[in-house]
């Protein structure tokens, strides 16, 4: 009995008195953040891609706590908005005014092909590096801030990720060294390639497709009189949701080599690992607020859900089990979030003892694009947040 225990609460990998503590403590629902998984996240990717500079994708979870320590252990930024620039730029504030102008570019890529033009002049200051993949882009860079790098993102192989990018972004790799061309007859820089495999990448063979076009494409440029430097692969790196996903090491072993074998060494290659950094790092406790019976299966409707903390589901394609703090036998039971919405639903077979109301249940691995896209529909806000190893 006692082993059992111990091997259940490792599997979890949660400390399951102090989350019951936190949210006594703090009332439901209550995201948390732990940032000692963070680090232990950048720590992983450092150490098996040592020559990859990170750039941390904000949008998959843009608080700013979470941006300070993400910085504090080296990282770089990935941002697609202003204010995701403005929380970032926050944190370079304090160097001196010349350093920060030679820093911008290790510190900061605006990875969004699109940008409107009053972003684009709110920017132009900053001499930001932009990504682009198309030819307007690069008329609007040119008016409306000429001071910045350009990058250009070239669509690539998607297959078998969770979330599918191909279809919005990246230029045809066939119009690819025009578009290069294009912007530096407009008087502009290009200073390397990007893409993304899509998010949640467990098919590896997208990387290296993917590597080995940015590399005839690099080609290419240089032949035609233009020697990029900037290699950015991305983000997409996959979470362990579950033990089928290979590991990170495998995957980054083979990017490795493909780099090594693709790239002059003097390329400088970043990468925007967006998910990798947070998802397993938070956690979110609920409570159970109704109950019922519906067609002889038990239903609990939680104070969060859909419109909330398990957007994800919605817009990142993910599944978050519910799980309860309470031992018993289980059932496939439903649960339900907050909201009038019958679409407020999070599971229709979720594995739980019997509960009652106020029972607090929780959900792991949430920390990417989840509460970055909660909502306030109905009225019910999103999760509180609290931190924990800070
Ligand atoms: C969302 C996004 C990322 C992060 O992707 P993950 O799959 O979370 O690593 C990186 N780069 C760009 C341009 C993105 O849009």
New binding site residues.
Partial sequence: MENKTEAKSEEDGIDKELFQKIAKEHGTPVFIIDHEKIRQNYREFKEHLPTVQAYF?V??NSNPEIVKTMYKMGASF?V?SFPEFMLVYENIKHLPEKEKQDFIWDKIIY?NTIKPKDTLELLNPYKPLVTYDNMEEIKKIKNHCPNAGLVLRVRVQNTGSMVE?SSKFGAHPGEAVDLIEEAFKAGLVVEGISF?VG??CTNFNNYVQALNLAASLFKEAESRGHKLQILDI????PVKYNPHVKSFKTLAKKINSEIKQLFPPDVQVIA?????MVANACTVVAKVVGKSVRDGKTCYYLNDGVYHTFSGQVFDHCTYPIKAFKEGEKKISATFGPTCDAFDTISLSDELPELEIDDLVYAENIG?YSIASATYFNGFPPAKVVHINQ
Wanted: aromatic residues 10%.
């Fill in positions: 994708a949008k998959a990935d697609a990875a990018l993304h998010s949640q991305g983000g997409g790196f925007e690992p967006g998910r990798f990417a």
